[in-house]
């Protein structure tokens, strides 16, 4: 929490002024106490009052001043919020592994089947964009919220050799500058501002999705600093298992660059009938440490229904992210509440013994 107005403080000085008027008015009064000749009379017309009676609407009130003077200094606080202005970078790996059919028909296949289900269900509105890598990184489609231009590019995504996810991060990067000027493209010098995820972070958001570990490029840790230096978060997703499997993909899945520009058809890996088989190793180690850079999460899939259930999660951290926000009606509210506790209860409280002493008062007229 923070302070707008921190010389404000000063303000909450009235508390021990109270404090010191309360002390010497008691004193004067005990001064100008009159002697009567009998207290035992007095006290036989008096009712008892507990000390904690007499103490709590004091103190109850004076905790109100000292709420209701913090709120004089406009005190804010970091919340999540929901955004309307949302924007998705949907960064897709698109390697020669994403032929390997540990999930089957293949990890493309599903991974753009994902993709698909994931833009469908976006609420209408929410702008979308698309990055495709490999060696390197090209922005497919800008945030739009054209869902049927993303579709369609979904089912182009060709393979190719390479993965170049740093590179993805900044085409990601660079393709929020182009609609949201309060971020800068990458290749602006920021100065000596140091990356800190603590603070408002940007609507736009970054989703990696990919299937092994960087090969070319520019570092992912890196290109994650400079995401984070511009309060861009960036959701990480490692996509397979660890388990050998053939290398298949269809004719209209694979580039013209792929297995050495051999071209391939179904059943075929480099040109072999047959396919071959390969072990792909995820670098969760830099995927985690994208996340954590950003402000983000990184999550494990498997297979089909762990990266379905993984996208569908998304909107709900996605469309949150963190913004200072004053909270002086909530201090303003509670001192209120504090103060009319204070004064209700000693009105309360002091109704039976004002009576009491009225009635003691004419006891010891009648006395007398």
Known sequence: MSLSWPWALLALLVVPLLLLVRWWMNRRRRRSALTVSSVALIRAALPGRSSWRRRVPVWLFLAGLIVLGAAVTRPQATVLVPSNDTSILLAIDVSGSMCSTDVPPNRLTVASDAARKFVKAQKDGTKIGLVAFSGTAGLLVPPTTDKDKLLDAIDGLK????????????????????????????????????????????????????????????DPVTAAQQAAARRVRIFTIGFGTTEPAPMVCTADQMG?????????????????????????????????????????????????DQLVGVLNDLPREIGLHRQQMEITVWFVLAGALLVMAGVGLSLWWNRGPAQSRTAAQRSLIDAR
């Open 159 to 218: 393979t190719a050799r390479g993965t170049a996810i740093g590179q993805a991060i900044l085409a990601a990067i660079d393709a929020i500058a182009e609609h949201n000027p309060n971020v800068a493209k990458t290749g602006v010098d920021l100065g000596d501002a140091a990356p800190d995820t603590i603070g408002e972070y940007q609507p736009d958001t970054i989703v990696v999705l990919t299937d092994g570990s960087n090969t070319t490029g520019v």
């Open 256 to 304: 013209a660059d792929q297995f050495g520009g051999m071209g391939g058809f179904p059943g075929s890996f480099g040109g072999r009938p047959g396919g071959g088989f390969r072990s792909q190793e995820i670098d969760e180690d830099a995927l985690q440490q994208v996340a954590d850079t950003t402000g983000g999460r990184y999550f494990r899939a498997q297979d089909a």
